[in-house]
Each structure stands twice: as structure tokens, then as C-alpha cells.
């Protein structure tokens, strides 16, 4: 391989790390928020693809893609307001819950979407952060979108106050027992249908960022499953805000190795190529999880049972 | 990835409320008898609305519903699974079908093979040019618009657009008919500019949104200014290609309006020629034939207007490349070789000639691998 | 899961206590099913279409006729087999969702096996029975890879079962359109087609096929033997408390290996009958969805072996009817999936009501696993 090709690609993956990794970073998050509470939302896919939809609409009809942007965040608390007080029911599995509000979410995304299919919204700007660069595959690559970072800073900010405040607190000792939340006069019932409702927000924020930044446009194909293997990220990022980042970044940068390998003429075995985030992702979590991984998850969460 | 599949096919397949009838069981109400006339079931692989295969083949469709004497149920999301035999089948057995439309790859075989044996008063046409004689039944029959013609006028406008020599094309799988686009758009573009080459990026699966941005972008990062493609949906490629201000042909049904600035022309099927034609003869209870395929010399396919990203040159070369199609000149000038440096047509083929159904390969000129 | 409690913890009363669980279990469902049909019908009517038409559609097309029934039928075979490879790991706490992988990885393995066996013209039933074992093996082995990692490594299962799916996805793609593709499938890459007389046939006088009868088999052997035997019995004790589990001594690590395996075994299965008695061959078709469908199809079931039957085939007969319903009134396909989350919702949220009704308790209320 040449030098110019290594480039190629190094660039290619560095682009794809922050083109493709928002959504799962955002869905990621939203998912943390809600298993730090002790429930599991499996049907965050549901809310990526409805937040899309409605993200995408609301741009059309009103030519400010910002507040499609709240819009489809919003359209992911009323699934998520959904989800968590189904399962504040007792004895309800909110595993399976998830899978059937991915179904729900979805279908009402189709139903409502298609008459959006064919129409071009007006888009999220990205910033030109890499004006400075000479190379124009590294300009492009630095394009990037104002939710990206938002998205950090929100990381960045969940990190933080999960540690240091009070609501971080509540939240967590929610999560871990529920005995002991009681015992502290927490309503953890309230706190995980809370928990749930701005986790599905943040999902939602995830979607429209699919349609309205990358790739930017509205049909039934558009997900593709990200929403599900974000909420599988939570578990490889042992549900720390930070290294859901890291874990979207990585996510992100394997799945542009397939097409930037074939760009430089690297074409055997695409399939295997196109599946590198998935066999990196399998990897990493059997060289680094040692067998008290499971100690960083929240201890009310049924998976973790 | 194919995860399209695994997210939601599953749940998508199914409609809710049968468990609810379930609770309610409703006593058995005989199934209205089929009308006197033609009773044509037509079973799409994904959404009607999907702005793209499907899209076409549906709105080509309300021709035959609009037709005297035929009446047309239709069933979208069927996967390729028995699901389509079942859906047939109820399509027979509960709604008296006696015509049945096919409009994916995969439900010829084994599916629609079987089904035409199983039920030979019942016709069976399928879009896709497979059928053969001496292989398969009778009440069964292909039909299909050549679009690599489409796509080599493409070819011949791309190659007079781009300065950099090179064509980028996201493709989906590395099936006859899209290697046959693909192959297609390079033979324009060397028939007007012999130092082009087009480059090709497999995405692996029919809609992949996200690969196939990803697939766009690193194609003009390789130096590509045009990009084409052939995937369920191209409107991610057209408009991954205008936001990088690169110039763009399209597929399948017009995307002029998503490149305002760089869109060249595109490959549209004519479904409707083919679906006229069947609405007339069913008007008049004629038997459908069992092979209609066609190009441009039979109005079967067309390019979408010229954008601005044509230049007049460009769109000279085009229409005379049109005109020459019309008049059965050939694409496939041989001999030809592949990319690994076989010969592959040792002459000239003429554009229906079914050798070219079978094509495996990758001609000199593509950069990019099958497998 | 707390069904199969109740029997086992009620001593005193046991068959009373028995019977009035069993009744519960019957009764919630058919209420929650009552209350979705009244949802729906309201749904309907807000769209302008007939519930009444709705639900003649839905009995005519998944029970009305004998085409009906065994369209239903043929839609239900593969999920009870991937239901019962979500179950089996359930029964042991292990949240596995890769039935799609092993199902597709059994698949192609019975597919590509039955390559040189077909060619060398080797005896039909051989042929069969290799195939079935290659197909439960891989499937098998597959997903035990996610057992063993979790035991070994403590990689959890969720996630490590669906990176397998995609994995296993892009190698059968990988083969079937590269070394081991039929160069004449051509706008359908697919392995070579095992031929008609090596496939699996239907039950004489129906349209269903034999992958019916072993879905049913298996599932009452895995009922026998999640519920009768000292497997079960340990493999219940594990997945209500692993540490109590491992503090008295039971092998958790080989338990957990194994009920991964079973469950890789049955996906795989119904793999094969993909195979062997519907393509043919193996090609992406294989990925129809089935594996995640099971996931469903388990939780309604309840994790009980012997109840995936019946829900698979209500999953079996809304697929059939579904079509019936689009193609007479005229509602896209998304309508079924908007419907269909929220009875799934109804459904699930009803669990909340086991233990509610005093007519079916005993003294001993149930216990949550």
C-alpha cells in the first residue's frame, strides 16, 4: 500500500469517526442516562428512526432544521415517557417492552414519513473547521456538525454530573439499589420514567442528526440498526458517558474502512471490511473485559442480574 | 450489513391485530368471488413509496388499476422468503388472482418456479430478464427494461463532465444487472473520453444509507467528480455528490431536483410502456407474452432532462448516443477484457443478447472487485 | 418464567396451586388480547377503516380455510425454533439475541455441506441427517462462542450475541457471493441448489413442511427438560441466582455453555429447514428477520418451552393475514407495525397483572425472577 493510500484512508476514517459516530453517541448516551437509573430501554432504534422522521418534517415545514431538531427530541420523551412507566408496572420486563416500542416507534415514523420521502429539508450547516488544511479529503473530513460537539459536551457534562451532583446521585443510587434509594425518600419509579423520558430525547436528537446532517435525508432505510447497536455500546463503554465517546469514535472510524479500503482499490472481501466494526468491537471486549466487568454495571439493571 | 433485515424485518412482517382476532374469532364469511374479469396481484419487495425501485414499479402500476376489465391488489415489504409464495398464493386462493407481478430479483427462484408449476391456470410475470423456454413453465414470463442503456448514455455525458478522468459509482451488489450498468456507464465514457475510469464501491446490501454517504464521500476523497450509483435508493449518493460539489447522473427515477448545481442526467425505467402494453392486451383478454424486454429502441427506458451540470457538449454526445441506441447500436463493442486481464467477450454482442444476462465481471477500465 | 416458579415453589397446595397458575396464564392473555382488540378497533375507526372488516380479514386469512391454516402453519415452524433460542438461554438469565446469526451460520453450513455431498450423489437420508447435524453444530457452536465468553471472559451476552449476528451475516455474504457461489444464480448470488430430491418435503396431505414437527418435538423435549430434569432444575437455580448457583457447587460455567449451545442448536435448525425445505440453497434470503421475531414470540410465551408453540403460531397467522388485510384495505405496511407495537405493549404490560386477581392465588403468591 502507498504511502498516498495510507493517507487516503487514515483521513477517510478519521472523517467517518465524526460523520457517522453522532448518532450513536447520542443514542449511547441516552441509553447510559437510562441504565444508570436501573432500566433498560432496548427500544431506542424506535426513537432514532421516529426522531428522524419527525426532525426531517418539521425542517420541511418550518425551513428551521434547529427546531426539527428539538421536535425529534421531544418525539423521543413521549416514547420514552412511554416506555418507562409501562415498565414502572410490576413484573413488566422492560427488555421486552423496548422491543416492542421499537416496533411501535417505527411504524409510526413509516406511517407518518411518507410523504416526506421524496422532499429535500433544509439541512444542519456544518462548521468548516478544517479550513486551515491543504488536503481537501482533511477539510471535508473537518466538517463538522454543531451536534457533534454538542454531543461531547453533553458527554462530557452526563460524566460529570452523574459524579458530582445531587440529581447524579439520585440517578445512580436509583440504579445500583433500589432498597437503598427508598430508604433515602427516593421514588425510584419516578426517577427511572425520568431517566427514561431524557434518555429517549437525547435518541431523539440522535435521529434527526441521520436526516438532517449525515447522510442527511429521510427514508425507511435510514437507520439501519444503529439505535440497537448504540444501545449495545452502553455495555461495551461499561456505562461510562466518556467512553461511550470513544466507543462511537471507534464504531465510527471501522465502519469507514470498508468503502475507503475499496477507494484506494482494496476490494477483496468487502463483506468482512464493511463488518470491521463489529469484529473490533467483539475483540476489543474480549481483551478487555476481565471477568469483573460487570461490576461497572448498574446493579438494578436486569441485565446485570 | 444487511441489518436493515435484522432490525426490523422481523418486526415488521407482521399485523398486529391478528392477535386481537385471535381473542374474537369471527365465524368464516366466504370470500367474495372473483371479478369476471382479470384479477392482477402484484407483490413489491419493499415499501411502495421508497422514492426508487419500487416506487417505479408502483407508479407504473396505476395504469393497469385504471384499466377496464382488471383489477389489481398489491402487497408491498414481502421478503424474498417463502413469504412471497404465501402471499401469492393468498393472493390466489383468497382473492381469485389469476395474474401475478413479481418485481423482485429473488422471488423468481425457486418461488415463482414453483408457484407457476403448482398453479398453471394462474399467469406469473417477473421482472427480471430470467426466464427461459426450456427451463421453466409456460404460464410463467420475464420482463425488463435494459437500463445499462440509460447508463451508458450516462457514461457518455460523465465522460465529457469530469476533468479528473475519473467516475465514482456506489453500487450495491455485485449482481449481472448492476455490473451491467456499471459496465455500461465506463464503455459510454471511454466511447467519448478513452482516459476515463470509473471506480466502484460495493455497499453490500440494497439500502444502506449511512455506507452509502460513506461510500460517496471517500469516492470523490479518491479524486472522482462524477458519482452514479445504482442502490434502492439514490437520493443519499445525488445529494452526498452536490454538497462536495461534484457533478452526479442518476437511477432509477428522476433526482434532478436534489442536485441543482451538479446533476448531469440519470437512467429512468419505463415501466409504464411495459404495463400499458399488458393493459391493453388484457382489455382484450389476450394471453400476456411471456418475454417483453426492451430498451431504447422500444421506449423501455430514458434519461432524465439535463441538468446543469450537463455541458453542451456533453448533452451533444448524449443525444447522439441516444439516437444511436434507438437505432441498435451496440454497447459492447468486443473483444472485450475484464479487469483481471481476461477476455471475457471475444465480439460484438448485441444489446439483448442473453450472453450479456450472465455478466460476472468487471470490465478493464473499473477499478474494483466482485468478490 | 413465573409460571414454571409457582409449581416448583407451592409444595403444599401444589396441584391446586397448579391448576389456578395455569388458569391465570390462559386468562390474563385473553384479557389483554380482548383489551388490545378494543385499542385497535378504536385505531381503526380513527382512520376510516372497518374493525369489523379487520377482524373478518384477519380470521379469513391466518384460520379460515385450510390454505389459511397452513399458510399459518408454514409461518410459525421458524419461530418456534428461534423463540426457543431466545427461551432455553432466558431460562438461565442470559439475554441472547443472536438466533439470527446461528441461524444463518446453520443455514449456510448445512447448504455448504451439502455441496460435495449432493455432487458425489451420496444417499438421500445420509445427506439429510448430515445436514441437519452440520446445521445444529454451527448454529450451536456459534452461539456458544457467546456463552463461553461470557462465562470465561465476562463479556456480556446481549451485545457479544448481536455483533455475532453481524458477523456471521458477512461471512455467509462473503462465501455465497465469492468461493462457494453457483455462478449460475445470477441476480440472486446464492450456493449451489442442493436439487429437489435431497430437500425437505411436506407433510403428507398439507402444504407445511417437516420443520413443523421437529419445532414441536423440540419444544416438548426442552419443556421435559427445563422443567424434569436435573439440568432444568440447576439451570433454574443458576438464572435465579447465579452466586447461590456457584455457591452450591453447580457447574454454572458448563450450564451456561450449554444452554447457549441448545439454543444456537435450535436457530440452527430452523436454519436447515430454510435451507433444505424453502431456498434450496443458501443466500441472504436467510436473513429474513426470524431470529429477532423469536425474541418477541419468547417474552409473550413467557420463557415456557410448551407456550411458543401456540404464540408462534399467532405470530404465524398475523404474517399470513397481514397481506390479506393491505392488499383489501388498502392500509400500508407500517400501519401492521404501528398496531402491532402496541398490542405487543398491552400484551407485555398485562404480565403486571399475575398475582392481582385473588381467584387465582393460592396462599403463596408468585415470585419474580
Redesign the interface.
Known sequence: MTAEALTTILIAMLGGAIRVSTPFIFVALGETLTEKSGRINLGLEGNLVLGAMVAYAISFHTGSPWLGVLAAGFSGVFLGLMHGSICSLKKVNDIAVGIAMMSFGIGVAFFFGKPYIQPSAPRLESLPLGGWASNPALQQALEINPLFIVGILIAIVMWWALANTRVGLVVRMTGDSEPAARAMGINPIKVRILATAAGGFLAGIGGAFLSLSYPGSWNEGLSSGQGLMAVALVIFARWNPLRCILAALLFGAAGALGPALQSVGISQGYYFFNAAPYILTLFIMVAATGSNSARAAPGELSIAK | ??????????????????????????P??K?ASAADGVVL?AVYV??????GWNQAHAVAMEILKSTDNVTV???????????VS??M???I???GANLILGTS??Y???FMIDLANKYPDVQFRHA?P?WSEDKHPANLGSYFCYLNQAHYVDGVAAGLSTTTNKIGFVAA?????VLSNINSVLLGARSVNPNVEV???????W?????????A??????GCDVLTCHV??P??VI??AE??GVKSCGHNASQA??APKGFITGAEYKWETIYSMYADMLAKGETLPNVVVGGYHNDMVKNTAYGAGATPEAIAAADAAIAGLKEGKPIYVGPLKDNQGNLVLDKTFDNYDPVL??M?YLLEGV????? | MAQAETSFATPPAYDTARIRASIEAVAIPLGALVASAIIFSVFLTLLGKSPLQFFELVWRGGFGSSFSLQNTLQRATPLILTGLAFAIPARIGLVMIGAEGALVIGGFAAAALAIPLVSAEAPVYLTMLLMVLIAMAAGGAWNAIAGWLKHSRGVNETISTLLLTYIAIAIMNFFVEGALRDPASQNKPSTMPIGKDYMVGNIPGTDVHWGLVFGLVLAVALQVLMSRTTFGFAARVTGGNPRAALAQGLPVGTLIVVCSAIAGACAGLAGYFEVAAIHGQANASLVAGYGFTGILVAFLARHNPLMIVPVAIMFGAIEASGGLIQRRMDMPDATALVLQGIIFVVLLASDSLYGRFAIFQPKISTERT
Request: proline fraction near 7%; aromatic fraction near 4%; charge should be negative.
Open positions: 450489513m444487511a441489518t436493515k433485515q435484522i432490525s426490523r424485518r422481523s418486526i415488521l412482517k407482521t399485523g398486529a391485530a391478528g392477535i386481537a382476532a385471535m381473542a374474537l374469532p369471527m368464516f364469511i370470500a396481484g419493499g415499501p411502495r413509496d421508497d422514492f391488489i398489491e402487497e408491498e415489504n414481502v421478503p424474498e422468503t417463502d413469504s404465501k402471499s398464493e393468498s393472493m386462493n383468497l382473492d430479483f429473488g423468481f427462484e425457486p427480471a430470467l451488489k455485485p449482481i449481472p444487472t471506480q466502484v464501491i460495493f455497499t453490500g446490501d439500502s444502506l444509507p449511512v455506507r452509502e454517504a460513506e461510500a464521500n471517500a469516492l470523490v476523497d479518491a434502492d435508493g437520493k443519499v445529494e452526498t454538497g462536495r431536483a436534489l444476462d450472465g460476472n477499478i474494483g472487485s466482485i468478490t
